[in-house]
């Protein structure tokens, strides 16, 4: 795991706050047997692969944030995983002054909230649990693209608050963001470094549609591992925190 001791106070709480979040998710969940996955493909009968879940994907069209759950055929799948979750944002949710990398091929979509951003996949294993978190070159999800450093502005609008398909898968995809949210940070900023040294290597293939690169950056992830860290770096924050307020200062005339 990362060292998150630079992180601030605020930071640490917000993610602490996160990580709360995501284990009474996942604990409602497993009292019934069901995981945010399963939460997904219920009702859908046979799992087809590439096939989006649930059909017309997720979208919160006061936050504009978007997800999906897919499977790769299982011959492409790393070793344990199932599939993986797909996030986005919508230009309509995007923090201002978000514009997209004036690429040369890029066409402005007929409705200007089409022009979305791919955040961050999310895989997870065949019991359900999420292990890794990757970043994709633009052909992988037809994305619009963004430099790395405004898609990380974006992570803190990425919110899907409302009840369908699942409540509870809902609320677990907005905190995760938020709980892996240093990592994801370095994920993005590793993405547009590969594609820019993909391009010098290759520079007779126009990088952003090269099949020959999908995953532009990933780590392997645990929650439990990732709520230990976040909780034993605030106790840090709190031990060098001043117990008592500073004394107040006189002024002589």
């Given at each position: 795991m990362m060292e998150l001791a630079e992180l601030s106070r605020d930071e640490l709480q917000a993610m602490s706050e996160a990580a709360r979040e995501v284990r009474?998710?996942?604990?409602?969940?497993?009292?019934?047997?069901?995981?945010?996955?399963?939460?997904?493909?219920?009702?859908?009968?046979?799992?087809?692969?590439?096939?989006?879940?649930?059909?017309g994907d997720v979208y919160d069209a006061e936050y504009h944030a978007q997800y999906y759950y897919h499977c790769h055929p299982?011959?492409?799948r790393p070793d344990g995983e199932h599939g993986h979750?797909?996030?986005?944002?919508?230009?309509?949710?995007?923090?201002p002054g978000m514009e997209p990398v004036p690429l040369k091929d890029?066409?402005?979509?007929?409705?200007?909230?089409?022009?979305l951003s791919h955040l961050v996949g999310i895989a997870m294993d065949v019991a359900g649990q999420p292990v890794r978190l990757f970043t994709t070159n633009r052909w992988v999800t037809g994305e619009t693209w963004y430099a790395a450093d405004?898609?990380?502005?974006?992570?803190?609008?990425?919110?899907?608050?409302?009840?369908?398909?699942?409540?509870p898968a809902n609320r677990w995809?907005?905190?995760?963001?938020?709980?892996?949210?240093?990592?994801?940070?370095?994920?993005?900023?590793?993405?547009?470094?590969?594609?820019?040294?993909?391009?010098?290597?290759?520079?007779?293939?126009?990088?952003?549609?090269?099949?020959s690169l999908e995953v532009t950056s990933q780590i392997l992830i645990s929650v439990e591992e990732q709520i230990a860290t976040v909780e034993h770096a605030l106790r840090g924050v709190r031990r060098r925190s001043p117990v008592l307020p500073e004394p107040p200062r006189f002024v002589t005339p």
């Open positions: 009474l998710c996942q604990r409602v969940l497993a009292k019934t047997g069901d995981t945010v996955v399963g939460e997904l493909l219920r009702g859908h009968g046979t799992l087809y692969e590439w096939r989006h879940y649930p059909p299982e011959d492409e979750f797909h996030t986005f944002l919508r230009p309509l949710g995007m923090p890029y066409e402005e979509p007929d409705n200007p909230n089409d022009a405004d898609v990380i502005r974006m992570l803190d609008s990425f919110t899907v608050d409302h009840a369908r398909p699942s409540w995809i907005t905190a995760m963001i938020r709980l892996f949210r240093p990592q994801i940070v370095r994920l993005l900023q590793e993405r547009d470094r590969t594609v820019a040294a993909w391009s010098d290597r290759h520079p007779d293939v126009w990088v952003y549609e090269d099949r």
